[in-house]
């Protein structure tokens, strides 16, 4: 009787433990797979030729974390790529690229007559320092200058990059300014929906100054050695929505 009854309580375990719940084994947690918005896709290859008939071969720059992006000549230095908060500043030239903040005493260049590109994009710019400019060349007709007691700008052409208007001007010493020489090519580009501003500069460096030579003359011609450079690299920026 007594084995009776303990054979019934172990058929009735057994009973229990099939009809209860199997309990899986625990596995590890696997990270999900990184993946990038579409609007974060790589930036295309064939925005220029990789090759132009001269032979100038070119490069890809592409910020995924910005979703910016533009080519320049494969022969160049840089990129030095600076950034902070929602802005982000990149410099590529024809001699050699300092990083953003060196002191001009430990910058030292080889190549006389060189060029430097820096392109600056700032989300949502909050600063209006810009505004003045914007205005004096929307007020300008293209080859008209104007001028205070430092500097003097002469509005180029206007221009459209997507979403982006603004200007291309260069921006130079007035007469009376007695500093040391500065000429720039520059684009000034706003997106009135978002806010955003893109500033492109097109710099002379160590610019060979011949004896009688007129130092804004000679910066001319080194600037427009490089504009077909300069404007493609303009051309080819791509700026993704976000």
């Known amino acids: 009787m007594k084995k009776t009854f303990l054979l019934l309580l172990f058929s009735l375990a057994l009973l ?3 009809c209860e719940p199997e309990t899986p084994a625990v596995q590890p947690t696997q990270p999900a797979a990184a ?7 790589p930036l295309p290859t064939d925005i220029l030729p990789t090759e132009e008939p001269s032979g100038q071969a070119w490069s890809i720059y592409d910020n995924l974390a910005f979703g910016f992006g533009f080519l320049y000549p494969s022969g160049w230095f ?17 001699d ?13 260049y080889q190549l006389s007559d060189s060029y430097y590109v820096v ?26 200058s104007r001028s205070d007691a430092r500097s003097l700008i002469t509005r180029v052409r206007q221009l459209e990059l997507g979403p982006f208007k603004g200007f291309e ?27 955003d501003l893109l500033t492109i500069s097109g710099s002379p460096n160590n610019v060979t ?34």
């Open 35 to 41: 993946t990038l918005p579409p609007t974060l896709t």
């Open 169 to 195: 001007y260069i921006a130079t010493l007035s007469e009376t300014a007695q500093t040391e020489p500065f000429y720039s090519r520059e684009v000034l580009l706003v997106d009135e929906q978002t806010g």
């Open 96 to 108: 050699v690229v300092y990083p953003y903040g060196t002191s001009r005493e430990e910058q030292v």
């Open 119 to 144: 392109l600056q994009y700032t989300q949502n710019n909050q600063n209006t320092t810009w505004n003045d400019t914007y205005q004096t060349l929307a007020g300008l007709q293209d080859g008209e």
């Open 16 to 18: 229990l433990s099939a």
């Open 78 to 94: 840089g990129p030095d790529e600076y950034a902070v908060d929602t802005t982000l500043r990149v410099a590529v030239g024809s």
């Open 209 to 242: 100054v011949g004896a009688g030579m007129d130092w804004r003359e000679a910066y001319r011609l080194v600037d427009e050695a490089y504009l077909s450079l300069f404007h493609q690299m303009v051309d080819s920026i791509v700026v993704r929505s976000r």
